[in-house]
């Protein structure tokens, strides 16, 4: 028996094999939203992807950021010492701060 489908797929597209291959879900695509669809998608799928690609860029530079503030951080406490000299200097000083320090 053969699909009815397909008899009116071979018979209105004749002998291309591209065309009478085609799904009959995929014919019905354009007979539900009309002759624009393919646009519609085509113009939903452009416009997800420069979205994409700008939350890509948008990732990356702020990865840039964070890596330059990371390098600044290092920096910091490469330069200055910890604990602070004043904070060296009062817990020397005052035996209530060096019980509080050591806890």
């Known amino acids: 028996m053969v699909d009815s489908t397909a008899s009116y ?33 085509n113009a939903y799928v452009k416009k997800l992807k420069d979205k ?10 702020l990865a840039e950021v964070i890596a330059q503030q990371q390098e600044s951080i290092n920096h910091l406490q490469a330069v200055l010492p910890w604990p602070p000299p004043i904070a060296r200097r009062r817990a020397a000083s005052s035996p209530t701060q060096t019980a509080w320090a050591a806890m």
């Open 9 to 41: 797929r071979s018979s209105f597209y004749g002998n291309d094999t591209y065309l009478s291959n085609i799904s009959k879900e995929l014919l019905e695509v354009p007979q539900h939203f009309g002759a624009e669809a393919p646009a519609l998608v």
């Open 52 to 61: 994409l690609l700008k939350a890509l860029a948008d990732q990356n530079r």
